[in-house]
């Protein structure tokens, strides 16, 4: 099996994660949360986002998090923004790092930022400009590059010309996110395999919600074409509050586990991750997805 | 990616699901299980253990479950037995199919049937050898062939000796089971590519635990080394009261969802997996590990 020596993890718990939690979780667990991830050699995460407050109230202390948070000069934090507006408060925030996100399903486009799809794009051409002039480091979410919520299964086609133009546009990082989790290990290879062929300039990274319990099998397969690049969730923090019966993202412990046991190198302690876990858990009332504290905790009741 | 056409299908759910379950299930439940199960397209079930009732107080009703099913023409029943004892007390209940087990681990091995491995392999021989003269299907597992949950990591070529033993015995189907769910995908690639390699006669089939999550990354695995059979459980139901920390098996309904995702034929019904679910979650007071129901709860909340 052929396999990358090295992979990076991009830990979205912070933003992807916590935003889907209904009750406000105080400023300061936030910035504890991060804090904590800070010290597990994660070298990339998304902290914050700048959304209305109306759509997404848990994001509202984007501005107080990034201010409160210790910021390790090993770490990218990045702001996730939905449109122009958000690019500019970002950046009046101090944010050298900015996720913008997209959809290739038009419907699902509308729903998350109300928005026809080509109106994102067009939206989004100026802000990479200014971004790029500003050097601002550019990550570019295409949402729903395998399915829609509501339109059903994602023409392959669509997502490679929006990879193509992005692309050209010179962005940092371009993320291929299956945001409900409904894509299966053989239309992962196969999306991933045109992508690696078309030779973006952009790194690219898979985004994979495990709605289905498929997303460390699409991460396999996303190895196996050459994707050396993951988002992840700590716990399995997630889902996603405009695409209904999304589960959370692959979690954090469980693909970087997954990834020691087979010999690839992440920078990641485990057992770091493990005591960030302790304060994931009081965050949330579900139980958390990832299996790692669950043989953790057995092993435990077991002794 | 290159993936076989048709896959079989053993549901271990009624044996290996059940056994874990620490208040006795009603024998009329079990039946009424194996019945549900019967209408699902399943070809292959493990539906009892003619193991010692002291150690494995749940199976004590095999002969009456054996006897109160409805014996569908198309359906395999294979019952577990554990030595030459449990094998004659299979044979006199009518057992046209039989499930011995080794460990590739001595330890384990002598902590589940308390005898050597050897013990076990030379007790088998005369075993298989009335089972051929008798026309029983002999099934043949090699439980802890990845990692043992008192000896760790258990050698390749420990397995491969046994599987090419076992197989020059002339039985009919040798399953590779990782019994504590600690195989990663790249061992499970490189056992599995070894073992096809040697090209024994015998059928192979793959049984997964779920314990990391990583059951279905390692089918997917197996699969590309060209595994087309594989042991499930309807729910994830199971563990092993031997293996301390170990999960449940790869869930049924999660597993044939998957492979009819990537274009695999099962002959399984989705919808009457789902149907025989609900038959399942009150015989356990755990939460069941699959994920295929969580997302129609889910689904259905939300209308």
Redesign the interface.
């Known amino acids: 099996?052929t396999?990358p020596l090295k992979v990076n993890i991009v830990e979205v718990g912070p933003r992807d994660g916590l935003q889907n939690e209904a009750e406000f979780i105080p400023t300061d667990k936030k910035i504890e949360l991060i804090n904590s991830l800070n010290q597990t050699g994660l070298k990339r995460m998304e902290a914050a986002s700048f959304v209305h407050p109306l759509y997404v109230p848990q994001m509202k202390d984007a501005r107080a998090v990034l201010q409160g948070i210790e910021h390790s000069p090993d770490v990218q934090y990045m702001a996730l923004v939905p449109n122009a507006k958000g690019y500019e408060r970002a950046l009046e925030n101090g944010v050298k790092a900015v996720s913008l996100v997209v959809g290739a399903s038009d419907s699902f486009n509308r729903n998350n930022v109300k928005m026809s799809r080509e109106e994102s794009l067009r939206n989004f051409e100026a802000v990479v400009k200014d971004a790029r002039k500003n050097q601002i480091f550019i990550r570019y979410n295409i949402a729903t590059s395998f399915w829609c919520p509501f339109e059903g299964r994602v023409e392959e086609k669509a997502v490679l010309e929006m990879v193509q133009e992005i692309d050209s546009q010179g962005v940092d990082e371009i993320v291929i996110c299956d945001t409900i989790g409904r894509a299966?290990?053989?239309?992962t290879?196969?999306l991933f395999s045109q992508i690696t062929a078309i030779g973006p300039r952009a790194a690219i990274t898979a985004h994979l919600h495990?709605?289905?319990?498929?997303a460390?099998?699409n991460?396999?397969?996303a190895l196996k074409e050459g994707v050396t690049s993951f988002d992840t969730s700590i716990g399995g923090l997630g889902g996603c509050p405009f695409a209904?019966?999304a589960?959370g993202n692959a979690?954090t412990e469980?693909v970087v586990?997954?990834l020691h046991?087979?010999?690839i190198e992440t920078g990641i302690d485990i057992d770091a991750l493990k005591q960030t876990l302790e304060i994931v858990k009081p965050l949330t009332k579900r139980?958390l997805t990832?299996?790692?504290h669950?043989?953790q905790a057995?092993?435990a009741a077991?002794n």
């Open positions: 099996m396999l299966n290990p053989k239309q290879a196969e495990d709605t289905y319990g498929f460390l099998a991460i396999l397969a209904p019966g589960a979690a469980d586990f997954m046991e087979m010999g139980e990832g299996r790692l669950k043989v057995c092993a077991a």
